[in-house]
């Protein structure tokens, strides 16, 4: 974890030269939106607090996809693209796989990872949440494995890692499920998923 303190002290040392205002936390007036919901910033050193994920929390409940998100790689071309999301609940995630793997870290809220099998079958249905919720609260998913949210939360705030750089031909979304862009038939189709109680799980499900 970074202090504000080793921020202050390092800027006298290798980072000697670079302004101090790029070594704080990130100024949201800085942030430029390149896409309803979708922001960057000019910060190479990204340091982010509470006050980014409000920013975040809002702007999720004004887009039209539900959701916002701060990319920390300073470009698409990026070799390493780290994002933190804020979700809305009525954010329809669409069944979709990549082929190359992607991290996942819940920051606040409560949602449902589900894991499909090639055929659209629902596999697994695991219950996630931050840290202290005594629930999973990150995972790794491998390449080419179908998977979505269902939010149960008013809004999910998570930080999302994989490699670059990003290609819209790398989201593969399911052909059995609704298109990302049927936001309305999609939210249909995952709240009739079930909820597989029947099935011997090692984690908790949402009742």
């Not at 979304?173 to 862009?181: F, G």
């Not at 049927?182 to 249909?188: P, Q, S, T, Y």
């Amino acid at each position: 974890m970074i202090r504000s303190d080793q921020v202050e002290a390092n800027s006298a040392g290798p980072t000697a030269g670079v302004g101090q205002d790029l070594l704080d936390v990130v100024d949201l007036s800085t942030l430029s939106e390149v896409a309803p919901g979708i922001f960057y910033t000019p910060h190479e050193f990204v340091l982010a607090d509470d006050a980014l994920i409000r920013f975040l929390k809002d702007k999720a409940r004004n887009t039209p996809a539900r959701r916002a998100r701060l990319c920390a790689h300073p470009a698409p071309e990026a070799d390493q693209h780290d994002m933190l999301i804020a979700s809305h609940r009525d954010t329809y995630v669409a069944p979709h796989r990549h082929p190359k793997s992607e991290s996942f870290l819940v920051i606040e809220g409560e949602a449902d990872l589900l894991l499909f099998e090639a055929d659209g079958r629902l596999a697994r249905r695991i219950t996630m949440g931050p840290a202290k919720s005594g629930l999973p609260m990150f995972y790794r998913m491998p390449a080419g494995r179908y998977h979505s949210l269902a939010i149960w939360s008013e809004v999910l705030v998570f930080v999302e890692s994989t490699r670059g750089p990003f290609s819209r031909q790398d989201m593969d979304e399911a052909p059995w499920a609704p298109l990302a862009t049927d936001a309305d038939m999609g939210r249909a189709y995952i709240a009739a998923l079930p909820l597989l109680e029947e099935a011997a799980k090692p984690y908790p499900t949402k009742e």
